[in-house]
C-alpha cells in the first residue's frame, strides 16, 4: 500500500508468487516499473488506488505492507480497516512509517515541521497511539 516508487514491493518480490504494488499518484508507475524491468522480476504489478479503498476482495493477500506512508494517510483507522479487510484469515500486515515524540508539545512541533517539509504529510503517530490501534 502507498508502494510509491516500489522499493518495499520490489524487495519482497523474489520471496513471493506475486507483488501488488498500489499508490494514489499514478507517477509512481514511472520509477516503480522502470526498477521492475532493471531487476527482470516479472511477477509485479503496479495500480493507482486509494489506501482508504482498496479495490481487492476480502482476504485476498496473505501479506500487506506499507512503508514511509501511513503519515500520509487522511483517515488512517479507515486505512489500516481496509488493509485488514484485504488480508487472508492470518495474513501479516507489516507497515513500518515514522513516529512522533510522546510529549504533545514535541508531537506537534514535529507534525508541523513534516507538514511544512511536505504538503502531503497528515500526522505521524506516537508508539503508544499504533499500540492501542494495534
Request: net charge negative; hydrophobic share 45%.
Given at each position: ?27 509512481m ?48 483507522a ?53 499500540q492501542?490501534?494495534?
Open positions: 500500500m502507498a508502494t510509491g516508487p516500489g522499493h518495499t514491493a520490489l524487495a519482497l518480490a523474489p520471496f513471493v508468487r506475486e507483488v501488488i504494488g498500489i499508490d494514489l499518484t499514478p507517477e508507475a514511472i520509477p516503480f516499473s522502470q526498477a521492475d524491468r532493471e531487476r527482470g522480476l516479472g511477477n509485479v504489478r503496479f495500480l493507482v488506488g486509494d489506501a482508504e479503498s482498496l479495490p481487492f476482495p476480502e482476504g485476498e493477500f496473505h501479506l500487506v505492507t506499507t512503508r514511509r506512508a501511513a503519515h500520509h494517510f487522511p483517515r488512517i479507515r486505512a489500516l480497516a481496509e488493509m485488514a479487510r484485504v488480508l487472508k484469515p492470518g495474513g501479516c500486515l507489516g507497515i513500518a512509517d515514522m513516529v512522533a515524540p510522546e510529549n504533545p508539545e514535541a508531537a506537534q512541533l514535529f507534525n508541523a515541521l513534516e507538514a511544512a517539509r511536505d504538503n502531503s504529510h497528515v500526522r505521524a503517530y506516537t508508539v503508544e497511539e499504533w492501542r490501534r494495534a
